[in-house]
């Protein structure tokens, strides 16, 4: 499966936005990008074909990560904080469309 990935590492000033973003496997994305994500100010996003959105937000002090489906029109998003072997398993398993529904153990959280 192919996604297109856009982010933020912010102690290199490396950037794209989403509508630049760049295409990319579930493998790649594991081997080329995580280990980048190593400020509270980094941030990994994961496009589907239809533009909906995984953002990865890490916390590298607890050694975990926050996972998201943000729903701009509710001003909301369905998320859950995982570890790197589960965040790994989820971006294997994406599937080709990404919602709230398609990954399990997402909670509401209002902006």
């Known amino acids: 499966m192919r996604f297109r990935v856009f982010y933020l590492i912010n102690r290199s000033g490396e950037r794209l936005s989403s509508t630049s973003a760049v295409e990319m496997s579930a ?8 280990d980048r994500l190593q400020s509270e100010d980094d941030y990994l996003g994961i496009l589907d ?3 909906n959105t995984l953002q990865v937000l890490p916390e590298p002090d607890r050694q975990r990560y926050y996972v998201e489906v943000p729903l701009d029109a509710a001003k909301a998003s369905f998320g859950r904080y995982v570890n790197r072997a589960e965040l790994e398993a989820l971006i294997h398993d994406l599937p ?13 959280r209002p902006w």
Do not use: F
Not at 27 to 34: G, N, P, S, V
Not at 96 to 108: D, Q
């Open 27 to 34: 493998k790649a994305i594991c081997e080329q990008m995580l």
């Open 49 to 51: 074909a239809e533009d």
């Open 96 to 108: 080709a469309r990404i919602n709230e529904r398609s990954i399990p153990g997402l909670t509401y």
